[in-house]
């Protein structure tokens, strides 16, 4: 079954169909995903100096996925997809995992720090890109939610994280720890700030006009179903 599931795992990360019966292996393909996203939570944190015994352990992601697939079942569930259980979602992002394998590249060794940063930077991104067109698929092929819904649903759970985190102000203290900045290191890093910088204010602007379509999305499928 690790075989198949092993098969599965790479033929959904060149985004090719996957046929998953969580009737009957729902059990291996959460050992599965829990296993690898403990070991890249492992990872990511080996070769961090002041990273927390949780952080070491994996423990993080493994918490990440969960919390995660909670948040993304409850924001598109409204949405009355086709095909949708929290199980299903579970599996999706431990699925995603994997490509995360980039962070644990000890790329501060191979080269000065400064340029280390920017390339963990680029890891950074080319993983939340491949994860978020991958989200994409998940939700137009796997959910059935249709090309709007599909935008909408992808639209607002990201642009509300961002905004969430920029109100906290903590939007460069999750870019610092996923990227591999350390406090004192930030003048390498300034156009990989100005680009978040620019994501949030793009998040701030398509926050409340993904929130609305969401509400007016949600409000016309219910009348289908009248």
Request: glycine share 6%; aromatic share 16%.
């Amino acid at each position: 079954m690790f075989t198949t599931i092993l098969r599965q795992q790479f033929k959904f990360l060149v985004f090719q169909k996957v046929e998953i019966d969580l009737d009957r292996h729902l059990a291996s393909y959460l050992t599965y995903i829990f296993i690898v996203s403990w070991i890249v939570g492992m990872g990511r944190y080996w070769d961090h100096p002041d990273a927390y015994f949780w952080q070491y352990a994996g423990l993080g992601s493994v918490i990440y996925i969960v919390v995660l697939s909670a948040f993304l079942y409850a924001v598109v569930l409204p949405l009355k997809p086709k095909r949708w259980s929290y199980s299903l979602v579970l599996i999706f992002v431990g699925l995603t995992s994997l490509p995360a394998l980039l962070y644990a590249i000890p790329v501060e060794r191979f080269m000065p720090l400064d340029q280390a940063q920017i390339v963990n930077a680029w890891f950074l991104g080319i993983v939340a890109l491949w994860r978020v067109l991958l989200y994409v698929q998940f939700l137009f092929k796997g959910a059935g939610l249709g090309k709007f819904g599909t935008l909408i649903a992808t639209l607002l759970p990201l642009s509300g994280i961002v905004v969430v985190l920029a109100i906290l102000n903590l939007e460069h203290v999750m870019f610092d720890m996923m990227s591999g900045v350390r406090p004192g290191n930030e003048s390498p890093n300034d156009i990989a700030y100005q680009v978040v910088f620019l994501l949030s204010m793009f998040a701030f602007m398509a926050f409340p006009i993904t929130l609305i379509c969401y509400m007016v999305e949600i409000s016309r499928r219910k009348g289908d179903m009248t």
